[in-house]
């Protein structure tokens, strides 16, 4: 049996409200703190836009997040937290949460600096407490199904393409013109606030494919950075991206992004090859494509692309964002974590894996090894967190 878990919430931006919408509507969820340092955002009309039958009863808010924890005790305290929060802006609290024995729900990138990334991971690790970070992927149903399909397949490369505009993500809800970031809120597109296109929105490819294929050993890329003229509103990430993930297995991952300004469209391209075939999804579908006839075939027996496409079996359609929830509330629950797809420490690697990529393209196109990134005193100024943030 779950038992009932009382929830807080810091950070009620896009990504927050999505979350509390989720738990909202969870059996076993009981959402007892909201934080944010901006009133405007605990205001119960507003957050009532975002979450259906939103209601503020029994709910404490909070602008300060020591207040928060500060309250932690038998009748008011929270059991477990969800940090959503620019990657910028964190500054001990999740250390603090888990340090006072509060497991807790990392938004994605967790840090835009590793080795802070590393202490909060050394925090969890000594206080025992349940973690997990926001990769949703992992619980689509697509790519679920692929993961199974993939269990016994010598994988060998993928590519992932994603054509968008800069200016694709819709307003946030962090007052970024008051802390010294973009006038318009659209932190994504700025480099101080999202690390870049690559750590902010491609650690979600990559993560899945860490999902289908194990971690990543090296890391090399090339990025095409933004003329200085053409920078508005702080937004002043690369024009394209094109990185290369070699992963332990020997397995490679193409991931090559573009943002462009004034386009206001995208599109993109995913596929997986194995040694005998390759996957994709297609729209709802997943195909496979792969030949199961004599080899070679009969002279004028050529397999057509129907013979080759198979559909794969997929589990029950569901939404990926309140799945994760799902299992994140019943694995606090119940004491247990494996409904979890991923803990704090195992996402480690696709975070190292993205920043890496800058370090990368920083050398020139260097190719990094993860262990190095991770220790070398080569790197140690890469891995900081300045003192002071611009």
Not at 70 to 87: H, K, R, S, T
């Amino acid at each position: 049996m779950i038992q009932q878990v009382r929830v807080g919430l810091v950070g009620l931006g896009q990504r927050g409200l999505q979350h509390l919408g989720a738990l909202w509507r969870i059996e076993g969820a009981k959402v007892v703190a909201l934080c944010d340092p901006f009133p405007e955002n605990l205001e119960e009309e507003k957050i009532g836009r975002f979450v259906e039958g939103f209601c503020l009863d029994g709910i404490r808010t909070y602008t300060r997040f020591d207040d928060l924890l500060g309250n932690q005790n038998e009748d008011a305290g929270v059991d477990a937290l969800y940090f959503c929060i620019p990657p910028n802006r964190h500054g001990g609290e999740v250390i603090a949460a888990v340090t006072a024995g509060v497991h807790v729900f990392v938004e994605k990138p967790v840090s835009l600096y590793y080795d802070e990334a590393m202490e909060m991971e050394a925090a969890i690790q000594s206080a025992g407490v349940i973690s997990t970070v926001g990769f949703n992927q992992r619980h689509d149903h697509r790519h679920e199904a692929i993961h199974h399909l993939l269990q016994d397949k010598r994988l060998v490369m993928a590519t992932a393409v994603a054509n968008g505009a800069l200016e694709a993500h819709s307003t946030k809800h962090t007052r970024t013109e008051e802390l010294g970031g973009p006038g318009n809120r659209v932190w994504a597109a700025s480099a101080a606030w999202s690390g870049t296109t690559v750590v902010e929105a491609g650690i979600h490819q990559l993560d899945t494919m860490r999902y289908w294929a194990g971690d990543v050993a090296w890391t090399r890329a090339d990025y095409v950075h933004r003329d200085a003229e053409d920078i508005e509103d702080g937004g002043d990430n690369p024009y394209a991206y094109s990185v290369t993930f070699g992963f332990e297995s020997g397995f490679l991952f193409n991931l090559l992004l573009a943002r462009l300004r004034k386009t206001f469209w995208g599109d993109g391209y995913a596929g997986l090859m194995w040694d005998h075939g390759h996957v994709k999804i297609e729209g709802d579908e997943v195909a496979a494509y792969y030949y199961e006839g004599p080899y070679p075939p009969a002279e004028g027996d050529r397999p057509s692309s129907n013979d080759l496409r198979h559909l794969v079996a997929l589990p029950e359609k569901r939404d990926g964002t309140f799945h994760i929830n799902q299992c994140f509330i019943e694995a606090v629950g119940r004491g247990d974590t494996s409904p979890l797809r991923n803990s704090f420490s195992s996402s480690m690697n696709s975070l190292a894996a993205v920043l890496a990529a800058n370090l990368s393209d920083h050398l020139g196109g260097r190719k990094i090894m993860l262990d190095d990134f991770a220790t070398s005193s080569e790197f140690a100024d890469f891995r900081r967190k300045p003192t002071q943030e611009t």
